[in-house]
């Protein structure tokens, strides 16, 4: 019985471990991409389009209806 707690804690450990990881990187690329990219994605609350606009941006306004629209959080 006493095993079977230590193997499962062993396992609970590695997935933590491996979540950790994959968190870790997975915020790393996106920080990384978004750099990259330098634009912010909006949808806006109007038409429901996706559009996306130079720079790091709060507000975005909607090219097709106008309407202003706070960025995207991921
Ligand atoms: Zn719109």
Redesign the pocket.
Known sequence: MALQVVALVYCLILAALFLGIWLYYDHRDHARFEIERRKTTFR??????LYAAQGVLDLGT??????E?ARLQF
Not at 62 to 67: F, I, L, S, V, Y
């Open positions: 806006c609350a109007r038409c429901g389009k909607c090219p097709h209806c106008g309407q629209n």
